[in-house]
């Protein structure tokens, strides 16, 4: 069974940086893409930055120029968060699927989530 192991998560305050990790343990065709979504309390998942082996990147318009998606090789894949703001506050998930896309629907794996809070 494939697992997602993230890390990095916790507190900041407002204008600092965290830095994401996501690990699978196990490399195939439906984990190619891989990236991060977040959840605000009472709204549906949605994309931060999402990338495939190959380069193939997409970031939510609210963090470009903020975040920075990289993977590291085929299992592991980073996300630095500069000049955090406090509307970043939520939940991040890990997510690994065949093909990059926005929607939460695409993807075949998730992790358990970490928490990341700004505040002001």
């Known amino acids: 069974q494939v697992h997602l192991v993230e890390s990095g998560g916790g507190s900041v305050q407002a204008g600092g940086s965290l830095r994401l990790s996501c690990t699978v343990s196990?490399?195939?065709?439906?984990?190619?893409?891989m990236g991060w979504f977040h959840r605000a309390p009472g709204k549906e998942r949605e994309v931060i930055a999402v990338?495939?082996?190959?380069?193939?990147i997409v970031y939510a318009d609210t963090v470009k120029g903020r975040f920075t998606i990289a993977r590291e090789n085929q299992n592991t894949v980073h996300l630095q968060m500069n000049n955090l703001k406090p509307e970043d506050t939520s939940m991040y998930y890990c997510?690994?699927?065949?093909?990059?896309?926005?929607?939460?629907?695409?993807?075949?794996?998730w992790g358990q989530g970490t928490q990341v809070t700004v505040s002001s």
């Open positions: 997510a690994a699927g065949d093909w990059c896309s926005r929607s939460a629907s695409n993807y075949n794996y």
């Open positions: 196990e490399y195939s065709d439906r984990t190619a893409c």
């Open positions: 990338i495939r082996t190959g380069t193939i």
